[in-house]
């Protein structure tokens, strides 16, 4: 099947420091990507759709320039949390699809700590 | 707008006991439904979705648009099962993009 790749896994950064997040799709094109976010125990909420070489679509309350996508190639995206706070601490799962196919396939999430 | 609710945040059975995960949505037109299942330190996976009518380790789940619902069921859990599980919806013209229920976590006791 499919695999999304996201990098890091974890990571732990100081308040007032910018963080980036890779997604990358392994063994397809990823033509349309998503970013999600995940508090505990809690759904899933979409941040924002990004279709290669295009700008991404942020949902409604969430900052673009607070969280910066950039879907430079048909096998990476990336995320970027800029002058991260302790509230942006969460797990935050990428997901991507293929053009002319309709399921999306997950990353395995990156937790973020700021601290 | 679209929403799905999983009333239940928590679900606990025996092994061997019937499971129903409840699934509620909102959606004016025609929607596709979905589960997810994440296990305990893995990644959120497919489980199964409405259009393929198919059972997927021995779960199931009828669409029935009267009510809206989209319950997931499996007649006779198994401890492996423990999971936590999504619900989602995805409109017809927005490929790929889900709306996630609230999750239900299923835990199946020995």
């Known amino acids: 099947g499919a695999v999304v790749s996201q990098h890091p896994s974890w990571v732990i950064c100081k308040s007032g420091t910018s963080v980036k997040i890779e997604c990358r799709s392994l063994d397809f094109q990823a033509t349309t990507m998503f970013w999600y976010r995940q508090f505990p125990k809690q759904s899933l909420m979409l941040m924002a759709t990004?279709?290669?070489?295009?700008?991404?679509?942020?949902e409604q309350g969430v900052e673009k320039d607070k969280f910066l996508i950039n879907h430079a190639s048909l096998t990476l995206s990336t995320l970027t949390v800029t002058s991260a706070h302790p509230e942006d601490s969460s797990f935050y799962i990428c997901?991507?699809?293929?053009?002319?196919?309709?399921?999306?396939?997950f990353g395995q999430g990156t937790r973020l700590t700021v601290v | 707008a679209q929403r799905v609710t999983q009333p239940e945040k928590l679900l606990s059975v025996f092994k061997g006991a019937p499971v129903e995960l409840k699934c509620n949505y909102s959606y004016s037109g025609s929607p596709e439904l979905f589960w997810y299942v994440q296990y305990s330190r893995q990644r959120l996976q497919l489980l199964l979705r409405h259009i393929s009518r198919e059972s997927i380790k021995g779960f199931t789940a009828d669409l029935n648009k009267g009510e809206t619902s989209f319950h997931l069921k499996k007649p006779f859990a198994q401890e492996e099962d423990s999971a936590m599980y999504y619900c989602a919806l995805r409109s017809g013209t927005s490929y790929g993009k889900l709306t996630f229920g609230q999750g239900t976590i299923l835990t199946v006791h020995p």
């Open positions: 990004s279709n290669e070489g295009s700008k991404a679509t942020y």
């Open positions: 997901s991507a699809r293929e053009r002319g196919y309709t399921e999306a396939f």
